[in-house]
Nanobody, 121 residues
Framework: QVQLVESGGGLVQAGGSLRLSCVAS????????MGWFRQAPGKEREFVGR????????YYSEFVKGRFTISRDNAKNTVYLQMNSLKSEDTAVYYC??????????????WGQGTQVTVSS
C-alpha cells in the first residue's frame, strides 16, 4: 500500500510558475511509475505526464509539453511537477498517482487527494 500526498498548489497569475510535490509513504517510491493528472471543474480527469521508476524517462501530454517538467527524488520518496508559463486553462485539481507497471501504464493503483491550482488571467 502506498499513500500519496500532494502539496504546492495555490493561486498564481498567468505566465507564472508553481512546483507541485507528491510525497509517498508506505512503500519505496522507486518501485512505481508515477503519473500526474488533473481535473478541471465540469471536465473529466486528464493525463498530464508520467515519469519512469528511475526518472530516466518522461512523457507529457501535448498541452503541457515544453511548459511542465516531471522529476523525482527516490531518496526522498518525492515526485515533482514543475509548471511554468501557466495559463488559465491549467486551472484544475492536480493529482499524483502510482503504478507498479513499467512503460505506459493503462491504470494507476494509488492516488493522492489532489491539490488545487488556480491560474488567474
Amino acid at each position: 500500500q502506498v499513500q500519496l500526498v500532494e502539496s504546492g498548489g495555490g493561486l498564481v497569475q498567468a505566465g507564472g510558475s508553481l512546483r507541485l510535490s507528491c510525497v509517498a509513504s508506505g512503500r519505496t517510491l522507486s518501485s512505481y511509475t508515477m503519473g500526474w493528472f488533473r481535473q478541471a471543474p465540469g471536465k473529466e480527469r486528464e493525463f498530464v505526464g508520467r515519469i519512469s521508476r528511475s526518472g530516466g524517462s518522461t512523457y507529457y501530454s501535448e498541452f503541457v509539453k515544453g511548459r511542465f517538467t516531471i522529476s523525482r527524488d527516490n531518496a526522498k520518496n518525492t515526485v515533482y511537477l514543475q509548471m511554468n508559463s501557466l495559463k488559465s486553462e491549467d486551472t484544475a485539481v492536480y493529482y499524483c498517482a502510482a503504478s507498479p507497471l513499467i512503460g505506459a501504464p493503462a491504470t494507476y493503483d494509488y492516488w493522492g487527494q489532489g491539490t488545487q491550482v488556480t491560474v488567474s488571467s
